[in-house]
């Protein structure tokens, strides 16, 4: 199975290590943020890649629906941002954070192109998917270049949001040994692990370049109740779309929120209230991204992943 790097934290009771560090002290400010070429084998994964746990499993592959298109959305976004940045080191940071968000759409395609494969038509979910990132929040005409540059930097806010929420995900799959521990496919969890270390890798990217861009409190606070009232709504739409679709459930799984309740609780899936919590400190006017999750860690894992050292090589 896959392995997680050690750490020195005990585990939490539900099988998850503590990695509630908010003092950021492992930011590294040297860090080089390098995209990794890496190449996943799907042809043996199954689609309920958790045995015995349609939810939980689904609940995750929403991931796969979104992440694509989204992440293309977010290099077209801030390639757009190069000319407006005046700091050199901030530059060479959205550069980097470019290259890997282009290697995890291209890595999230991979698994979308297997479940068509598999029989599952995500057409009509990843069609909303397209329209909102092309079309809702894509670019605009006929604007004067004030108005341009005004949403160009709330684009960027939006993204800072969700790049919140990608690195709590991360920091936390990279701790969820109960998938392990319930025989999760090591192929998965490699893809999940190498994305959720990038993410945590280059979670102080997108909040640098807003507070670059625009340091004031309002649009950060604004931009991030829309960030959480979409992904809520996207993610709920995808599992119940995906519960309905799947050709191996047959329409025999009901969307629960007990039952993902009771995944959360036994470490298959994040935990809610963490995820609320984690939410409420993107409001502080303190807050930075290097509260959140441990670089080291995330190095840690990209050494050891077998798709990233097989890149390397």
Known sequence: MSTIPPTDRPDRPDGTDRNDRTDGTDEHSDLVLTPRDVRFDWDRVPVHWVPGEPTATHVINVLHMLLPEGERWFVRVFQQTVPLITDEELRERVL????????????????????????????????????????????????????????????????????????????????????DRAGADEIMLDLLRWHGAEEVEHRSVAYDLLRHLDPGYLRRARTMVVSITALLQLWVRGTRFLLAVDP?????????????????????????????????RYFSRNYHPSQEGSTRQAIAYLGASPAARAAAH
Do not use: C
């Open 96 to 179: 980097g954070f470019t290259g890997q968000e282009a290697m995890h759409a291209e890595a999230h395609q991979g698994v979308l192109d297997h479940f068509v494969a598999k029989g599952i038509d995500i057409g009509p979910y990843i069609a909303q998917v397209e329209y909102l990132f092309n079309h809702l929040l894509g670019d605009k005409e006929g604007l004067s270049p004030q108005r341009e540059r005004e949403y160009l930097i709330e684009r960027v806010a939006i993204i800072a949001g969700i790049e919140h929420f990608t690195a709590f995900l991360g920091d936390w799959i990279l701790n969820a040994k109960a998938l």
């Open 248 to 280: 191996e459930l047959a329409g025999s799984v009901e969307p629960s929120v007990r039952t993902a309740w009771t995944a959360a609780r036994r470490g298959l899936l994040p935990n809610p209230v963490k995820l609320g919590i984690s939410a409420l």
